[in-house]
């Protein structure tokens, strides 16, 4: 495994447990606190060159990749990405959403819940296949979006990103020590320490604790032992998904499926917005594009191949567990379970627990890998600090970033109930995707000293109308989901400015190997499908989603931006910031 650039030997004699101030806080600003506070005071014209610098491909692939040290080991082919998309995304919310949703909001019609949501996911799998074709970096969302959108939205993207890779390790470890209690035949809270603290943060978790150190140890030691481990719990629960669903038809009722639209086309969208998140976890895969021998081809059929089957597989289980039994007598805890002891199979409950708690398996496994990969291309360019950026020279693994993710974890997990962490889950998943869509209309309908400003400024008005005209769509919805009149101007106005972008402006960028088809429309589609599937979660998930963003904001103002101006301008020394003149937006900068 050798160094990276210019660093060589002299990098290669350093201890990678190293604990220096230099190490966390290299940046100018923070060498001494007159040089904070002349940085404190430098705040908004800081700002303002953050705002509007964009990063480009070369530096995210090559100059960034330098912080690391090391390389990360190429070992990952398009049978890895396969199995780590089965793995990253069938989890247990495929045997716990289906039951609530089905019961609650949809009845049998949760079969097109899943073909609704998993549209709009397929939609964002094609931005992720774009972007990690051409930029196969280990950041992911992180960054493509500081690419084509700059430095602040794409910390914005980072916080939530980390935000969901904490919070969502904790919640699935927290449910991987209830299903294993089921498996055991004991209650879901059995295996927990109950103590006086206040409710939901008085039942604690050391199983969850140990699960998180146990899959962040394993993804630390080898990415390629990761990945045949995680075939072999993918195969595993596979099988059991298959013997689902055999055993559902095997006992199907066609008269289960009346009334099949019990709750109308409104049922169909509000357990589609929550069933959505079974799907998640694909964009790990991006983050692996950095270890991936050859991306260009692996990636697509890793992806596209994987969330296209996993797709059918969740209608097919959604449709067998409908035929079983009557929606209304369907137990939204443990549908399953519940529907097999009904038949006659009792004994299946059993191996329903085993299949969800080999589906955690896997998504604690991918997500731990996944996540430090985030982590360390985030640090890359100091947005956190450079230390979890760093490599080791051995494992070719992020052991530090991998370090971060799971002590915070476990942190949470071990305290939190999982109805307190899952309330922290709502928005971020479907804003970073909704995102992605807009930077991918970004790249290939602007290009930095190419695209005249005319045609900039015609792609900005377009992105607003299609935002602002999805989130009058997923508005009306909330308030009239039976009325009409909303949708003559809300609909109409998000296809003139698809329309227009088509029409008007010129295509600047060509995708080299492979590309979403039928842009700007696919990608249109997508930012209207999440932002109207955020509009389905309710007022509290945005109170919540804008409590967490003005903390990142803090974050931000008082250290995140500071260090990566100077990370930006090191060439310099620290002074004011000039006057920039016109080209600025097109400027190539870290």
């Known amino acids: 495994m050798g160094s990276t650039g210019e660093q060589g030997a002299e990098v290669q004699q350093r201890s990678y447990w190293r604990w220096s101030k230099q190490d966390f806080l290299p940046e100018e600003s923070f060498q001494s606190w007159g040089n904070y506070k002349y940085a404190l005071s430098q705040t908004h014209f800081r700002f303002m060159d953050r705002l509007i610098s964009r990063s480009h491909d070369g530096n995210e692939i090559c100059e960034l990749r330098k912080q690391s040290e090391n390389d990360m080991k190429r070992c990952l082919t398009w049978w890895d990405l396969t199995w780590f998309g089965f793995g990253a995304v069938i989890g247990a919310g495929i045997f716990v959403l289906t039951g609530q949703e089905a019961h609650k909001h949809a009845g049998p019609a949760i079969v097109l819940s899943y073909v609704a949501s998993g549209v709009s996911a397929m939609l964002s799998v094609f931005c992720y296949t774009e972007f990690a074709i051409e930029i196969p970096v280990a950041g992911g969302s992180f960054a493509y979006l500081r690419i084509e959108l700059g430095d602040f939205a794409a910390f914005i993207t980072a916080g939530n990103i980390l935000l969901e890779s904490i919070v969502g390790g904790a919640a699935v470890s927290r449910a991987w020590t209830s299903y294993f209690a089921t498996l055991l035949n004991r209650e879901p809270n059995s295996l927990r320490i109950h103590t006086n603290l206040r409710e939901g943060y008085n039942l604690l978790d050391p199983i969850a604790v140990a699960v998180l150190a146990t899959a962040a140890t394993i993804a630390s030691i080898s990415t390629r032992k990761t990945s045949v481990l995680n075939w072999i719990a993918s195969a595993i629960n596979t099988i059991v998904i298959l013997f689902v669903i055999i055993a559902g038809f095997a006992h199907a009722d066609a008269s289960n499926l009346k009334p099949f639209l019990p709750f109308g086309s409104e049922g169909i969208f509000k357990a589609a917005a929550v069933v959505y998140f079974a799907y998640g976890g694909f964009d790990n895969i991006a983050t692996m594009a950095e270890e991936t021998k050859n991306p260009s081809r692996d990636i697509p059929i890793g992806l596209l191949g994987s969330m296209s089957m996993i797709t059918i597989i969740y209608c097919l289980m959604a449709l067998s567990l409908c035929v079983m039994q009557p929606y209304t007598d369907i137990d939204p805890n443990a549908a399953y379970s519940v529907a097999f002891q009904r038949v006659g199979m009792k004994w299946a409950k059993y191996l329903v627990a085993l299949g969800a708690l080999k589906g955690m398996t896997t998504v604690l496994l991918v997500g731990a890998l996944g996540n430090a990969r985030y982590t360390t291309h985030i640090a890359r360019a100091h947005?956190?600090?450079?230390?979890?950026?760093?490599?080791?020279?051995?494992?070719?693994?992020?052991?530090?970033?991998?370090?971060?993710?799971?002590?915070?974890?476990?942190?949470?997990?071990?305290?939190?109930?999982?109805?307190?962490?899952?309330?922290?889950?709502?928005?971020?998943?479907?804003?970073?995707?909704?995102?992605?869509?807009?930077?991918?209309?970004?790249?290939?309908?602007?290009?930095?000293?190419?695209?005249?400003?005319?045609?900039?400024?015609?792609?900005?008005?377009?992105?607003?109308?299609?935002?602002?005209?999805?989130?009058?769509?997923?508005?009306?919805?909330?308030?009239?989901?039976?009325?009409?009149?909303?949708?003559?101007?809300?609909?109409?106005?998000?296809?003139?400015?698809?329309?227009?972008?088509?029409?008007?402006?010129?295509?600047?960028?060509?995708?080299?190997?492979?590309?979403?088809?039928?842009?700007?429309?696919?990608?249109?589609?997508?930012?209207?499908?999440?932002?109207?599937?955020?509009?389905?979660?309710?007022?509290?998930?945005?109170?919540?989603?804008?409590?967490?963003?003005?903390?990142?904001l803090v974050y931000y103002f008082f250290f995140g931006l500071h260090a990566t101006y100077d990370m930006a301008h090191q060439q310099h020394g620290p002074g004011p910031l000039k006057d920039n003149d016109e080209d600025t937006i097109g400027k190539a900068e870290p």
Request: charged share 5%; proline share 7%.
């Open 383 to 552: 947005m956190i600090p450079p230390w979890f950026a760093l490599v080791h020279p051995k494992t070719g693994t992020p052991i530090h970033a991998n370090l971060l993710i799971v002590l915070a974890s476990a942190l949470i997990a071990f305290f939190s109930g999982l109805d307190i962490l899952s309330a922290l889950l709502s928005l971020s998943t479907l804003f970073v995707f909704m995102m992605m869509a807009v930077a991918l209309l970004v790249r290939r309908y602007y290009v930095r000293e190419i695209t005249p400003r005319k045609n900039l400024l015609m792609l900005v008005i377009f992105l607003l109308i299609i935002i602002a005209s999805s989130a009058g769509i997923s508005a009306y919805w909330g308030l009239k989901p039976n009325g009409w009149v909303g949708y003559v101007i809300t609909v109409p106005l998000w296809f003139l400015g698809t329309l227009g972008i088509s029409v008007l402006l010129p295509q600047q960028r060509t995708p080299k190997t492979w590309g979403v088809p039928l842009v700007p429309w696919l990608p249109s589609l997508s930012i209207a499908t999440n932002i109207f599937l955020m509009g389905s979660l309710g007022y509290q998930a945005f109170v919540r989603f804008g409590i967490c963003t003005l903390v990142m």
